[in-house]
């Protein structure tokens, strides 16, 4: 004889109004996407001005005929930063993406009443915080190596 615990045959309920706070969340996510959406493309932008930068400082430079300027470390600083932001960018891209499709899916859901939406709409959700977590790890994992290069450094200086 098998025993059945209370929980198996627990039915979660969807009330209006946790219907409502999920309607409310999506639409705030729905926007935080755009603004993060918004600020990839600057700093697309802003990589792809670095690059300029960086070129115009090492043309500048080779105008000046040997005169000290310093285009090459421009070239290449502007290059460096610009890869930067660029690979900043792509980081930020997808957990914005997966905000959005968060929001559009939820808002689409609950519009239309289709579980499969939902579903995804969540999916979605789970999908930008476990890479937010892993983000975070990492960004952790770096904090703490330069705390440890650190101390290293103050006691090899001393």
């Keep these: 004889m098998e025993h059945n615990s209370s929980f198996d045959s627990f039915e979660l309920q969807f009330t209006p109004i946790a219907q ?16 993060g959406f918004i ?3 600057l700093y697309v932008l802003l990589a792809f001005m670095m690059f300029a930068m960086g070129s115009a400082m090492d043309a500048a430079s080779e105008n000046m005929d040997g ?27 997808f957990p914005v993406l997966y905000l959005y499709r968060f929001a559009k899916n939820t808002l689409s859901a609950l519009d ?4 499969e939406q939902l579903t995804n709409g969540l999916e979605n959700l789970k999908s930008h915080y476990k890479y937010m977590g892993i983000l975070m790890c990492i960004i952790l994992i770096f904090i703490a190596l330069g705390m440890i290069l650190m ?5 090899a200086m001393m």
């Design 151 to 155: 101390f290293v450094g103050v006691a």
């Design 112 to 115: 239309s009443n289709n579980t």
């Design 39 to 41: 600020f990839v493309g």
């Design 67 to 93: 005169m000290g300027g310093m285009g090459m470390m421009g070239a290449v600083g502007g290059a460096a930063m610009g890869v930067v932001y660029l690979i900043g960018a792509l980081i930020y891209f």
């Design 20 to 35: 409502s706070f999920l309607r409310e969340t999506a639409k705030w996510a729905k926007f935080l996407a755009i603004v």
